[in-house]
């Protein structure tokens, strides 16, 4: 390839890699369900209450109209409560048996620098659930909708999605993250 067409291609494209995306026009949109949404035609970005909690809101169009995403949005937004709760007791039901057989032992490193074990107590479904905190509301699309939780040290800093694949009703699946 010659010098001349490296350099219209930029060097990028010439070396085989891809050139970058022109990035999307920004987007403000005051929805009358979900208030102000910010962003581009690619992600917009907002907040939900859930009680007395605000909760960041993330829509994505993954490649369809972004009114499919939004539907979704206030869809779930309506639900919201009732969608945590499903999501809390599916995050308890996969995962309080592992933290009370394993996580809750460990060992952390003492001011002296030595090991110091550590053994935290066993917790109930009710006790274990409390312990997360929604952090994040994603929608992808018509049909997919996670809900993204911070749960402390219980499980030494991993956070948690619950996500529905099939709208609202589906079953959630559980993913453990970090």
Not at 70 to 77: G, K, M, P, Y
Not at 81 to 89: D, F, V
Request: proline residues 6%.
């Amino acid at each position: 390839m010659n010098w001349i067409r490296r350099i219209r291609l930029g060097w990028k494209q010439a070396l085989g890699r891809p050139a970058p995306r022109p990035s999307a026009p920004p987007l403000a949109l005051s929805h009358p369900a979900l208030g102000e949404l910010a962003g581009t035609a690619e992600e917009l970005r907002g907040a939900v209450m859930v009680g007395a909690q605000r909760v960041t809101l993330i829509v994505r169009p993954d490649g369809g109209p972004m009114d499919d995403a939004l539907r979704l949005a206030v869809e779930a937004a309506g639900q919201l409560p009732g969608l945590h709760e499903r999501s809390l007791r599916q995050i308890a039901e996969d995962s309080l048996a592992s933290y009370n057989n394993d996580w809750r032992v460990g060992q952390t490193v003492g001011a002296d620098g030595k090991a110091v074990d550590f053994e935290k107590p066993l917790l109930s479904a009710a006790e274990f659930s409390v312990q997360f905190s929604l952090t994040e509301v994603d929608v992808c699309g018509p049909d997919l909708l996670s809900l993204w939780y911070d749960c402390g040290d219980l499980f030494w800093g991993h956070s948690f999605s619950a996500t529905f694949f099939d709208g609202l009703a589906g079953e959630i699946d559980v993913q453990m993250l970090g």
